[in-house]
T-cell receptor, first 114, second 113 residues
Framework: NAGVTQTPKFRILKIGQSMTLQCAQD?????MYWYRQDPGMGLKLIYY???????DKGEVPNGYNVSRSTTEDFPLRLELAAPSQTSVYFC?????????????FGEGSWLTVV | QKEVEQNSGPLSVPEGAIASLNCTYS??????FFWYRQYSGKSPELIMS????GDKEDGRFTAQLNKASQYVSLLIRDSQPSDSATYLC?????????????FGTGTRLTIIP
């Protein structure tokens, strides 16, 4: 059981380049999330999805896009990379949202924009 | 006021002593509270969840919740060097009708052998 799988693990981008961070889960979870974590900081929610075809903005969505065409996959797109997007990105999933629900994290993707 | 606040530390505790980590939150209606442990370069892993006032024990870990005072704490007994990590407090905060898991900035704990 793989859980939540993210790729790539490390990536260096030049300013203005685009890329997609891939995320897949095999737990049949309805909810999926993308967080970013800057050094010494907590996790900030970028986007989340409550099911296939439904996405919504989190706390820091600017500069990112997402899609959810299947239950399993939730890719995060950076269109015009900026140095401020240098961070560690975590994808996560949960069965539902709200009280008592456990979120499972992927291993993280380290992104540097130069 | 931040939605979830933690002392960033670092907190240094001798091996074998009790480590005490604290967290306060802003939403009086919050019902679910979590402690995650994050080793350097790794993803957060859930170690405790608590939903009712009082104490909840799991091995060497005890979570304490006081909804009236809006704080949640984590005690680690018989601290081990392997407990050295950043501990993230997370609270379900209501936001426009939805609940969102909101994280504090974390407390970095170092256990001194």
């Amino acid at each position: 059981n793989a859980g939540v799988t993210q790729t790539p693990k490390f990536r260096i981008l030049k300013i203005g380049q685009s890329m997609t961070l891939q995320c897949a889960q095999d737990m049949n979870h309805n909810y999926m999330y993308w967080y970013r974590q800057d050094p010494g900081m907590g996790l900030k929610l970028i986007y989340y999805s409550v099911g296939a075809g439904i996405t919504d903005k989190g706390e820091v969505p600017n500069g990112y896009n997402v899609s959810r065409s299947t239950t399993e996959d939730f890719p995060l797109r950076l269109e015009l990379a900026a140095p401020s997007q240098t961070s560690v990105y975590f994808c996560a999933s949960s069965y539902s949202q709200g009280s008592g629900n456990t979120i499972y994290f992927g291993e993280g993707s380290w992104l540097t924009v130069v | 006021q931040k939605e979830v606040e933690q002392n960033s530390g670092p907190l240094s505790v001798p091996e074998g002593a009790i480590a005490s980590l604290n967290c306060t939150y802003s939403d009086r209606g919050s019902q679910s509270f979590f402690w995650y442990r994050q080793y350097s370069g790794k993803s957060p892993e859930l170690i405790m969840s608590i939903y009712s006032n009082g104490d909840k024990e799991d091995g060497r870990f005890t979570a304490q919740l006081n909804k009236a005072s809006q704080y949640v704490s984590l005690l680690i007994r018989d601290s081990q060097p392997s407990d050295s990590a950043t501990y993230l407090c997370a609270v379900n905060i209501k936001n426009f009708g939805n609940e969102k898991l909101t994280f504090g900035t974390g407390t970095r704990l170092t256990i001194i052998p």
